[in-house]
């Protein structure tokens, strides 16, 4: 699944060296120009790691950080602030701020995507594993295989997608477009439905070799993985 990045950057210049040297490196690349626009990327799709330029127009980086901390849905959304401020207490102010690194202008493109690349692997090491683990569920990736507590399940390509981004999110709850965008992608049109269709057949997929349902239904919400009841 391609790890998502949101570039805060009004240079125009600067947003498109970043847009390609990411995209470039596998990443998938939205971005935000003004605070206002940055804030409303937030609230309509939750990203894997934010660049965030400290100097924007009318909202600037560092209350743009504060908002992320603040916000229920982000408060844990791994942070790096991008900046031409090189004084010692501009970093600690950007790092106090919620920043979780700090990187002066200019900056190597190669060092920044491994500074990324760090940092998920603290944040969310699912995103970097060759493996991941939720429960008695265990993803081989490489392999593209499924097994619960030693029993191989078998899945579609659409229900490997769909557990594979519950497990690198477990215990948080998705809506059924969020679901949408992260599994099937921002471009592909297709109803909601879709998403309640596919999640009954990985249930029946995982019940048939646990003999349990990991999948919850949050009413009015969406849907998450509970990896302890797997």
Known sequence: ??????????????????????????FAVRVAETGEDALTALAEER????????????????EI???????????DLPVIMLTARSEEADRIRGLDTGADDYVTKPFSPAEL???????LRRAR???????????????????HRVRIAGQEVELGPTEFRLL???????GRVYSRDQILDAVWGRDIHVEDRTV?????????????????????TVRGAGYSLEAARS
């Not at 660049?51 to 980086?61: A, C, E, F, R, T």
């Not at 699912?126 to 265990?138: K, Q, S």
């Not at 594979?164 to 477990?170: D, I, L, S």
Request: charged share 25%.
């Open 65 to 75: 950080c504060r908002q992320i901390r603040r916000g229920r849905e982000t408060a």
């Open 164 to 170: 594979r981004h519950f497990m690198e999110n477990p």
């Open 1 to 26: 699944m391609t790890t998502r990045v949101l570039v805060i950057e009004d240079e125009a210049a600067l947003a498109t060296l970043l847009t390609y040297n990411l995209e470039r490196a596998g």
């Open 47 to 62: 990203p894997d790691i934010v660049l965030l330029d400290w100097m924007l127009p009318h909202v600037s980086g560092i």
């Open 125 to 143: 090491p699912g995103l970097a594993a060759d493996e991941l683990v939720a429960g008695e569920i265990v993803m081989d990736l490489a392999a």
């Open 113 to 119: 995507v491994a500074r990324i690349n760090a940092l």
């Open 196 to 216: 309640d269709v596919h999640i009954g057949r990985l249930r029946k997929a995982l019940r048939a070799a646990a003999g349990a349902d990991p999948i919850r």
